[in-house]
């Protein structure tokens, strides 16, 4: 099997080859699956992660939140590598990270808050069949939601769900994967 950093790098190295316009379809795409999901319909609060150039963006998902009337709630990094969260709210700015990803500006809803969401959507660059999860190797999620009993839901790529995936006992494996073909859900 491939080591982690080589697919990681493999993955990256395709994403960066994609078009803006490819990735902006891709986005709208998601967004559209996600608004057919039920887990997204039924749901009052969701932490969605704000998007890096790269992913699959989280702009247009979030849009469709709010014009549902759910409550997003979006992942602030610490410098001990854990996880806060933050309210997003429609057209409020955002700050980035030391680490390079945007983060909503608003208080701070303390470490628990993945387990106040009724869905979680999380950054990968890969899921697995089985769910497992490719991130980017920093550990934050799997830190922040270890015993959180919350349906995880992954945004790639299509080609980016793969039959397997290198993975620890303590990765957290995904409930479904959304992509811009449509949802792809772990038995």
């Known amino acids: 099997m491939t080591s982690k950093s080589d697919l ?23 967004a ?6 039920p887990a997204f319909g039924r749901a ?11 992913e699959p963006g989280t702009g247009p998902l979030i849009e469709e939140l709010f014009t549902r009337g759910i409550e997003v709630v979006a992942p602030i990094s610490l410098p001990d590598h854990t996880l ?21 500006i608003g208080p701070r809803l303390g470490p628990g808050t993945p387990s106040t969401c009724d869905l979680i959507v999380l950054p990968a660059l890969a899921v697995a069949h089985d769910g497992h999860r490719l991130g980017r190797g920093a ?3 799997d830190r922040a939601l270890a015993g959180v ?11 980016e769900v793969l039959p397997d995936v290198p993975h ?15 949802l792809f859900r772990v038995l």
């Open 8 to 30: 990681r790098a493999e993955l990256l190295m395709r994403r960066r080859a994609m078009s803006d316009a490819d990735r902006r379809a891709a986005s709208l795409a998601i």
């Open 168 to 182: 620890e006992d303590h990765d957290l494996p995904m409930q479904m994967a959304l992509t811009p073909q449509g």
């Open 139 to 141: 550990g934050f999620y």
């Open 149 to 159: 009993d919350v349906p995880r839901c992954a945004l790639v790529f299509a080609h």
């Open 32 to 37: 559209q699956h996600a608004a057919a999901t």
């Open 44 to 54: 009052r609060r969701v932490a969605v992660y704000l998007s890096m150039s790269s």
């Open 84 to 104: 806060d969260w933050s309210l997003v709210e429609p057209g409020a700015p955002t700050t980035t990270a030391p680490i390079g990803m945007d983060e909503p």
